[in-house]
């Protein structure tokens, strides 16, 4: 079982929907979490840490589930824009940080 | 402008021959890191340092070494490149911990 897993995609929505993307993890004493956004074979950007009592920025919500072992990412009211690879990123505590494969979003007008 | 550099961006190379990718940051940022990413593996860890002279093995070190001499610098060596090295290679710097990491622009390594 790989330690961060992602469905890698194609998600393919309308503008102006609603996504949602899910990660899980297999090392119950990671520390923290993040998603990461990468277009194109560009560099990873942090979109935004996920903290246990969930957190939101802006169209974005992102929730952590440790007891279940997962993070998601919601997205509402899809740009064009959002097009991109998301990436669910996991540090175990030891500064090692374990990427998930990605989530390829094509947002469509 | 708050940056990782990388040099070169893109190198085409031949088994055997070493080389030496460089990496910078200019936030005094403790915490270095460099992955390589390939297609359906996502990216991986190679190597990190803490600090200077503190180094640390990742998920994938075989085949890469680095140094850690000064605090904004973080080079990546391949003492004998491999084909199997062919990849897109990042930097990334961060004050650790829940910090996020910033990266380089990547570095395109392809071995012949």
């Known amino acids: 079982r790989k330690e961060v897993e992602q469905d890698p995609g194609p998600f393919n929505v309308p503008e102006g929907a609603t996504v949602a993307f899910n990660c899980t993890y297999s090392n119950s004493a990671s520390q923290s979490f993040f998603w990461y956004r990468q277009d194109c074979r560009k560099e990873p950007k942090l979109l935004m840490s996920?903290?246990?009592s969930g957190n939101e920025d802006g169209r974005f919500t992102a929730q952590l589930n440790r007891a279940s072992q997962y993070i998601s990412l919601l997205i509402r009211d899809s740009k064009l824009s959002d097009s991109a690879t998301y990436l669910c990123?996991?540090?175990?505590?030891?500064?090692?940080?374990?990427f998930g494969t990605g989530t390829r979003l094509k947002v469509l007008a | 402008e708050a940056q990782v550099t990388q040099n070169p961006r893109y190198l085409i190379t031949v088994t055997g021959k070493k080389l030496t990718v460089t990496c910078s940051q200019n936030m005094n940022h403790e915490y270095m890191s460099w992955y390589r990413q390939d297609p359906g593996l996502g990216l991986r860890q190679i190597y990190y340092s803490m600090n200077v002279e503190v180094t640390d093995k990742g998920d994938v070190p075989e085949g890469y070494k680095v140094s850690r001499k000064e605090k904004r610098n973080f080079p990546l060596i391949l003492e004998s490149p491999s084909p199997n090295q062919t990849s897109l290679y990042f930097c990334a710097s961060s004050n650790g911990g829940t910090d996020t990491q910033y990266f380089g622009p990547g570095t395109r390594l392809t071995v012949l």
């Open positions: 996920v903290y246990s």
């Open positions: 990123v996991v540090d175990t505590g030891t500064y090692k940080y374990i």
